[in-house]
């Protein structure tokens, strides 16, 4: 596994121009919600980026996203771990995403999918899960005990 770095708080502008870069949504962001957000790289352009938004006990794990030529180097998996160990330090238990495109990354590294119907009402009540990603979109979940 890679090991990384990571700050808080990444720029706005600099996580909506990453986001943009890999075609990940970023319309619904604000500036608060990057307080969830942790970043590796350079802090006006970061190399990659993974943001949490976390409720109570669970979390929708968004924005998991590495620049084209950092990719493949294993830092999206790093990023990932980071993130796991942020939420699950804030109490987190079930860790959410919904993804298009990386399903097979995400279920070599625990996640399963799940349906929508079994997902909490703060993870259906997101911004992402209701209107951003598409509904034929892979929800996935990642629980700890």
């Known amino acids: 596994m890679t090991s990384v770095n990571t ?8 996580v909506v121009a990453l986001l943009e870069a890999v075609g990940l ?14 970043f590796s790289g350079p ?3 970061p190399t990659g980026l993974v943001g949490l938004e976390l409720y109570d006990g669970v979390a929708l794990l968004r924005s998991l996203a590495v620049a084209p030529d ?11 771990q980071q993130a796991e160990g942020y939420a699950y330090a804030r109490g987190v238990r079930s860790l959410y995403l919904l993804t298009t495109t990386a399903q097979r990354f995400f279920e070599s590294r625990g996640y399963r999918l799940t349906s929508r ?8 009540s997101t911004s992402e899960f209701a209107s ?7 929800l996935m979940v990642k629980s700890w005990l």
């Open 7 to 14: 700050e808080p708080n990444p720029p706005f502008r600099a």
């Open 25 to 38: 949504p970023s319309s619904d962001l604000t500036e608060p919600q990057l307080e969830h957000f942790l």
């Open 43 to 45: 802090r006006d352009a």
């Open 70 to 80: 950092a990719q493949r180097s294993g830092l999206g998996s790093a990023l990932l």
């Open 117 to 124: 119907e079994r997902c909490p009402p703060e993870i259906r």
């Open 132 to 138: 951003l990603c598409p509904v034929g979109s892979a």
